[in-house]
């Protein structure tokens, strides 16, 4: 079966797939989305970003009822745990959200198609992909194809995942119960955030991490205030630990799993979360039979428009580098359509937020102070902790600070970090102050309604220049 001509086919219907093709149905392409599973939102909305984020609220709320009800002035019995209640509530937010999606394509007149898509011959001015449905192999002709497919966890020499007792992120997401104990390997977000998670439901969680620090790449200041407050909350963080296998054996009271450490003694567990980061979703596309170059990893390799090396073959997301996370391919989604439509395209990736989840989130825009030293750039420094704010006494959210960078001459603002609770949503506002190349003036001139945690940007603005108000 072969279809007549589209505009754009784009292979992949997580975040930067389906808002590519939801762009591209706006600006009047005939658009059609393929991708392997029936429920579209991409390993971001099925296991990732979304059912972490539910779980991530729903043991936060467990903690709080038990640790912080009494003062607040609530009265109540010993609060147990139902996690298939909580599982259960898990995957409806997961169901409602893919149909969400799916309703947003048929909404805009999307094609979305299920089954597994391969880039076959240029047929004229149209790329052939062939789709492999429960129904047959089915050819659809393109005008413009975008890759994005996204990515998988990626794993370690020596470990040998099965799927259950050790696995990634996916498995970790779905434990019937409240392993008693758990190793995670790598701090970054994912093994942080599934790492919070489950110490929060009970677990003893030991954090394994090959760096001498966690979350690589995050400004060095907030992580080590932050990897304070996470042993504080039970993490057993080890650093400079180098993982060197982990397996499943039996032994006299049933399978357990066993991590082997360079230099240091085994540890025995429950189970293992492999969080070492993920790799492109790059083959089997047929990449390489259709002149597609990609790198030694697999990236696959895109210039500033998004083009690939083969005509008309595009491709965004986690499978070309980079960030990644969820809002950075939709907006290279966006921008890619944008400019196959004849459009500017152009994207500042310092201007591209990254957080963590956890209690408190930690979260970022810009450079850090590392990264202005290695590049000879001179700046000031505001910080402020958040237990000066008014809000945050109310709240109780004590922990953290914000910190701003800016230019020592120019008092642009170069980067924004924050440790704390909400920071998620706070960094919103310095996305926008990067954006529109604000001062640190700008910033603390700016109102900021009392009594909001969004006081504390105000004041660290004000810190760059030496005149805080409050502290």
């Known amino acids: 079966m072969t279809d007549s001509p589209c505009d754009l086919l784009v292979i992949g219907a997580g ?3 389906y808002v590519a093709a939801i762009r591209a149905a706006q600006l009047g392409f005939s658009t059609a989305v393929v991708d392997e599973h029936a429920a579209a939102g991409g390993v971001c909305l ?5 059912p972490s984020k539910a779980l991530l609220e729903s043991s936060q709320r467990l903690v709080a009822a038990r640790s912080e009800l009494a003062v607040h002035g609530g009265v109540a019995g010993e609060i147990g745990l139902d996690l298939a209640a909580m599982m259960k509530r898990k995957d409806r937010v ?3 959200l893919t149909r969400g999606v799916s309703s947003l394509l048929r909404k805009n007149k999307v094609d979305h198609i299920q089954g597994r898509a391969k880039l076959g011959a240029q047929v004229g001015e149209s790329r052939s992909v062939l789709v492999a ?5 089915r050819e659809i002709r393109a005008r413009n194809v975008i890759v994005a497919t996204g990515s998988r966890p990626a794993s370690l020499p020596g470990i040998e995942l099965d799927d259950d007792r050790i696995g990634a992120s996916t ?9 008693e104990r758990l190793v995670v390997i790598g701090a970054g977000y994912i093994g942080l955030e599934l790492g919070a998670v489950w110490n929060r439901l009970g677990s003893k969680v030991t954090v394994l991490e090959y760096l001498d620090r966690i979350l690589p790449g995050a400004d060095a200041e907030i992580a080590a205030a932050a990897e304070k407050i996470f042993r504080r909350q039970g993490l057993d963080i080890r650093l400079g630990s180098r993982v060197r296998g982990a397996s499943v054996r039996n032994g006299k009271d049933g399978e357990h799993c066993v991590v082997e450490i360079e230099g240091a003694d085994p540890i025995e567990c429950d189970r293992v979360l492999v969080a070492v980061g993920r790799v492109p979703i790059s083959d089997g596309l047929g990449l390489k039979e259709t002149g597609v170059a990609t790198d030694e990893r697999g990236f696959i390799e895109v210039n500033e428009r998004f083009a690939t090396s083969a005509p008309g073959v595009y491709a965004i997301g986690d499978v070309i580098g980079g ?3 969820a809002h950075k391919a939709e907006e290279e989604g966006m921008a890619c359509v944008e400019g196959i439509a004849g459009g500017y395209v152009h994207i500042d990736y310092d201007e591209i937020p990254g957080i963590v989840y956890t209690e408190p989130e930690v979260a970022s825009v810009g450079k850090t102070e590392e990264e202005l030293r290695e590049a000879g750039i001179a700046y000031r420094k505001g910080s402020f902790p958040f237990r000066a704010i008014g809000r945050a006494r109310a709240t109780g959210s004590l922990e953290g600070f914000v910190k701003i960078l800016a230019g020592a001459d120019t008092d642009e603002v170069l980067g924004v970090h924050i440790l704390g609770s909400h920071a998620g949503d706070l960094i919103a506002e310095a996305v926008a102050a990067i954006s529109f190349g604000a001062s640190a003036e700008d910033l603390f001139r700016t109102s900021h309604a009392h009594p909001t945690l969004a006081e504390a940007i105000k004041e660290a603005a004000l810190a760059v220049h030496g005149r805080p108000i409050h502290m």
């Open 171 to 179: 498995e970790a997401l779905a434990y019937s119960e409240a392993p």
């Open 46 to 50: 099925r296991v990732g970003c979304i």
């Open 94 to 96: 997961v169901t409602t």
């Open 133 to 137: 449905t429960a129904n047959g192999e």
């Open 323 to 325: 960030p990644q996370l």
């Open 15 to 17: 975040p930067g797939g």
